[in-house]
């Protein structure tokens, strides 16, 4: 379905319609039919002790067409498994750890000048930021584990339309044209908690994680990683 931005113009006063004018907006993956979304990063994770782990993720300046998009992200793992048995116990096939990480994804794409609406210099721009705390348990074996977890999350987006726009009015009272500098800044903020279950499959220096995290959006995720 086309996404339609409607800006209308009224006089301050009598609140009369002065100019309306429509913009068509590019559409999204959703409109292709798509619901998967393949990516790739790189991450370490370097071991600090007292089952302190410090963990990065990135995903380095990628342009294609008239797109580009970077991500990183740092976090920090504590495993406390040791703290819930007994130093007599046998060890148990669990470990228990919390999580705390941030997230941040710049995105950008340049319109073709005057195709959307004549203008120069047009593009769109957005920030995501996110921050994740978790609370992790999961199974201890060597080759296949479950886990689940509890998680909180807080994201903050910042979408701005950049450039000159000039639209022609749709009104027969001032039928002139008029231009207009990055008109548009979206603010929004959202936060909640999310539940998610999996399951890891390790086979040598690749591991395979699949899991669901069910939510008001919930997303299902499939991974493979290659350890160095």
């Known amino acids: 379905m086309d996404q339609q931005l409607i800006i209308r113009s009224r006089e301050a006063t009598s609140g009369i319609l002065l100019q309306e004018d429509i913009i068509n907006l590019p559409n999204g993956l959703g ?8 990516s790739a990063f790189l991450q370490a994770g370097i071991g600090l002790g007292a089952g302190l782990e410090l963990k990065a993720r990135l995903v380095p ?12 992200g740092v976090g920090i793992q504590w495993e406390f498994t040791n703290l819930l048995q007994s130093s007599d ?16 994804l710049n995105a950008s794409y340049d319109f ?6 004549d203008g120069s210099n047009q593009s769109i721009e957005t920030q995501i930021s996110s921050l994740n705390l978790s609370a992790i348990v999961s199974t201890n074996y060597k080759v296949l584990n479950f886990y689940g977890g509890l998680n909180y999350n807080r994201g903050t987006t ?18 002139i044209a008029a231009t207009v500098e990055d008109p548009i800044s979206v603010d929004t903020d959202v936060n909640g908690f999310l539940g998610t279950a999996g399951l890891k ?21 499939a991974s493979i990683f290659f350890r160095i």
Do not use: C, H, W
Request: no cysteine; net charge negative; aromatic share 14%.
């Open 31 to 38: 409109n292709e039919g798509l619901d998967l979304v393949p």
């Open 112 to 117: 073709e000048d005057g195709v959307v609406v």
């Open 89 to 104: 116990e046998s060890s148990l096939p669990i470990a228990a750890s919390l999580l705390a990480g941030y997230t941040r």
């Open 61 to 72: 300046k990628i342009t294609f067409d008239e797109a580009e998009t970077s991500l990183y």
């Open 201 to 221: 499959f390790t086979l040598g220096a690749f591991n395979i994680n699949a899991d669901y995290t069910f939510g008001e959006y919930s997303t299902a995720t």
């Open 158 to 175: 910042q979408t701005d339309l950049l450039g000159a726009y000039t639209f022609a009015s749709n009104t027969v009272i001032f039928p």
